[in-house]
């Protein structure tokens, strides 16, 4: 009989090792984190590439604290192709959720793709942090059906609406600095948005907002997203005689509009929205024909937001060799969003970390985040903007290195705070503008 009792005990030992082991092996001691974007593209890589950093640092540190246990990160990469297909990228969604059963999706880019992506997760009550696609509806929805939307926030960026009051000021600083430095009584200003749902909204703003600021909208052009040869966009914008050409690009346009215009010598100077500019390969992409541009941006080498920002950028820099792009803010939806709330709550049940992390206001790399709620006090799960929070940069290619130029003694209104991030430099002129121009 005691025979009998120590076989039974082995066996039963065996049988929990062996279910142990299988947890483990099925990933039930790690927290799996979908990261979905388009994986062939600059901004997919971003997303890889910041959560790649969140999960090592992350690790390095033994895991996330989830009530009594720590449990590491993992992650699963989903090419959603969402710029080509968004079958594919509803696709890429679902199976992250099915097959791969992660906890928590961060990631995806164009809006049309993300709306999909957005409801699949809803449906199956899973956090998803976007991080790339801008369209005031993706947070509205929240306000407007909260428990079936509650599960989704925007990390980054803020949206279309503040993308475009962001843009509009470095429009009017760029056109007071051209005014005053070329002596253009009234500077002509023309519109090129890509053909995508997110820049709708923009451009019916950017043609109220010019004249408003005191300039003239000379018309709008609208290349396709991925246009290679954008010569007739800019031939029309040169014969209109715009001073600046307002651009609103965050697909792989933005590179030959920028070359061609280089090389066609266009008395115009660029502003706005150009996320291929935003990168360090712009510059090359261009054959130097880039110089000059300036674009909205979330990081540049030498520039601190805060003192998070610094170390940020150069170990990004360090492990991947370039400065990241805002889809890299995947780092930060992941070290300072997911991981301190779900410490916080000590579960990974998303219905109670909703709470929390819709109240909770941290530093990243970027600015200090926090959510706002709309005029009727219902949760949007939107990011706030302004001084204090979050602003983005103004950037310029200045002879191969791109330069911070805003905000630089900014103030959003007479009583807000005067915003200046270490780093900046002052605005450039190309020298061409200057030779047709300066009296």
Same mark, same amino acid.
């Given at each position: 009989?005691e025979?009998?009792?120590?076989r039974?005990?082995?066996?039963?030992?065996?049988?929990?090792f062996?279910?142990?082991? +299988?947890? =483990? *092996?099925?990933?039930?001691? !790690?927290? @799996?984190i979908?990261?979905? $974007?388009?994986?062939?593209?600059?901004?997919?890589?971003?997303?890889?590439?910041?959560?790649?950093?969140?999960?090592?640092?992350?690790?390095?540190?033994?895991?996330?604290?989830?009530?009594p246990?720590?449990?590491?990160?993992e992650?699963?990469?989903?090419?959603?192709?969402e710029?080509?297909?968004?079958?594919?990228?509803?696709?890429?969604?679902?199976?992250l959720?099915?097959r791969?059963?992660?906890?928590?999706?961060?990631?995806?880019?164009?809006?049309?793709?993300?709306?999909?992506?957005q409801?699949i997760?809803?449906?199956?009550?899973?956090?998803f942090?976007?991080?790339?696609?801008?369209h005031?509806?993706?947070? +509205?929805? =929240? *306000?407007?059906?909260?428990? !079936?939307? @509650?599960?989704?926030?925007? $990390?980054?960026?803020?949206?279309?609406?503040?993308?475009?009051?962001?843009s509009?000021?470095?429009?009017?600083?760029?056109?007071?600095?051209l005014r005053?430095?070329?002596?253009?009584?009234?500077?002509?200003?023309?519109?090129?948005?890509?053909?995508?749902e997110?820049?709708?909204?923009?451009?019916?703003a950017?043609?109220?907002?010019?004249?408003?600021?005191?300039?003239?909208?000379?018309?709008?052009?609208?290349?396709?997203?991925v246009?290679?040869?954008?010569?007739?966009?800019?031939?029309?914008?040169?014969?209109s005689?715009?001073h600046?050409i307002?651009?609103?690009?965050?697909?792989?346009?933005?590179?030959?509009?920028?070359?061609? *215009?280089?090389?066609?010598?266009?008395?115009?100077?660029?502003?706005?929205?150009n996320?291929e500019a935003?990168?360090?390969?712009?510059?090359?992409a261009?054959?130097?024909?880039?110089?000059y541009?300036?674009?909205?941006?979330?990081?540049?080498?030498?520039?601190?937001?805060?003192?998070?920002?610094?170390?940020?950028?150069?170990?990004?820099?360090?492990?991947?060799?370039?400065?990241?792009?805002?889809?890299?803010?995947?780092?930060?939806a992941?070290?300072?969003?997911?991981a301190?709330?779900?410490e916080?709550?000590?579960?990974?049940?998303?219905?109670?970390?909703?709470?929390?992390?819709?109240?909770?206001?941290?530093?990243?790399?970027?600015?200090t985040?926090?959510?706002l709620k709309?005029?009727?006090?219902?949760?949007?799960?939107?990011?706030?903007?302004?001084p204090g929070?979050l602003?983005?940069?103004g950037?310029?290619?200045?002879?191969?290195?791109?330069?911070?130029?805003?905000?630089?003694?900014?103030?959003?209104?007479?009583?807000?705070?005067?915003?200046?991030?270490?780093?900046?430099?002052?605005?450039?002129?190309?020298?061409?503008?200057?030779?047709?121009?300066?009296?």
């Amino acid at each position: 009989m005691e025979r009998w009792k120590k076989r039974i005990f082995v066996l039963a030992m065996a049988f929990l090792f062996a279910v142990s082991s +299988l947890t =483990v *092996a099925s990933g039930q001691d !790690t927290i @799996k984190i979908g990261v979905i $974007g388009p994986m062939k593209f600059v901004q997919g890589i971003g997303h890889w590439n910041g959560a790649t950093m969140a999960a090592e640092e992350i690790n390095a540190k033994g895991g996330i604290q989830v009530g009594p246990r720590k449990m590491k990160v993992e992650l699963v990469q989903a090419d959603s192709n969402e710029f080509l297909s968004i079958t594919d990228a509803t696709t890429a969604m679902e199976r992250l959720i099915a097959r791969d059963k992660v906890h928590f999706v961060v990631g995806g880019f164009r809006t049309e793709a993300v709306l999909a992506m957005q409801d699949i997760a809803m449906e199956n009550k899973k956090i998803f942090i976007g991080v790339g696609a801008a369209h005031d509806e993706l947070c +509205l929805r =929240v *306000a407007k059906d909260y428990k !079936t939307y @509650k599960y989704w926030f925007r $990390g980054s960026p803020f949206n279309s609406s503040f993308l475009g009051r962001t843009s509009f000021i470095h429009l009017g600083t760029v056109g007071a600095i051209l005014r005053h430095s070329l002596n253009i009584p009234k500077v002509k200003v023309a519109i090129a948005a890509e053909k995508a749902e997110w820049t709708e909204p923009m451009i019916k703003a950017a043609e109220t907002a010019i004249p408003g600021m005191g300039m003239e909208a000379v018309g709008v052009w609208r290349p396709s997203a991925v246009a290679t040869d954008v010569t007739a966009e800019l031939s029309a914008i040169q014969r209109s005689e715009a001073h600046i050409i307002f651009t609103i690009f965050s697909a792989s346009v933005g590179i030959p509009f920028a070359r061609q *215009a280089g090389e066609l010598k266009i008395p115009a100077v660029q502003v706005g929205i150009n996320v291929e500019a935003q990168k360090d390969g712009f510059w090359g992409a261009t054959r130097g024909m880039g110089n000059y541009v300036a674009t909205m941006n979330t990081y540049a080498r030498g520039v601190e937001s805060n003192e998070l920002t610094k170390a940020f950028v150069d170990t990004y820099v360090k492990r991947f060799g370039e400065t990241p792009t805002y889809t890299a803010d995947t780092y930060s939806a992941i070290v300072h969003g997911l991981a301190t709330t779900i410490e916080q709550a000590g579960t990974l049940d998303p219905d109670k970390l909703v709470p929390i992390h819709e109240t909770r206001v941290y530093k990243s790399p970027s600015g200090t985040v926090a959510y706002l709620k709309d005029a009727e006090g219902r949760h949007l799960h939107e990011l706030r903007w302004g001084p204090g929070f979050l602003t983005a940069l103004g950037v310029q290619w200045q002879d191969g290195e791109l330069k911070a130029f805003w905000p630089n003694k900014w103030k959003a209104t007479p009583e807000a705070p005067e915003v200046t991030y270490k780093g900046m430099v002052p605005y450039k002129i190309p020298p061409w503008m200057v030779e047709k121009f300066k009296k």
